[in-house]
Nanobody, 125 residues
């Protein structure tokens, strides 16, 4: 079992930045897990944001956020990060981290076995 805990959300003004963290725990070898971020805006379905390989050497961000969002991970600390820059009100959502039992990129929600409870990000205009 893998437990995931997000942190770093909060209220930020448009144009600002936030860094979200996702800490993993449990009987795991963190580097064997592909990790991802999803978000769910009010009244909308949850959507895929980004994913990173187990080694951390490759990450993918959806087109609409590419250039503003980036991922990294520290396998020694079993933690993944989502750096978000130039935030706008459209980025307001609950952000979820997820873990997949695979080392390569997992780009679809169904590929993820474990989920955090989410962290709220609110961007004011």
């Amino acid at each position: 079992q893998v437990q995931l805990q997000e942190s770093g959300g909060g209220l930020v003004q448009a144009g600002g930045s936030l860094r979200l963290s996702c800490a993993a725990s449990g009987h795991i070898l963190f580097k064997n897990l592909g990790m991802g971020w999803f978000r769910q805006a009010p009244g909308k379905e949850r959507m895929f944001v980004a994913a990173i390989t187990g080694s951390g050497d490759v990450f993918f961000v959806v087109d609409s956020m590419r250039g503003r969002f980036s991922l990294s991970r520290d396998n020694r600390r079993s933690t993944m990060y989502l750096q978000m820059n130039y935030l706008g009100p459209e980025d307001t959502a609950v952000y979820y981290c997820a873990a997949a039992e695979r080392q390569n990129l997992a780009l679809r929600e169904v590929q993820y076995e474990y989920w955090g409870k989410g962290t709220q990000v609110t961007v004011s205009s």
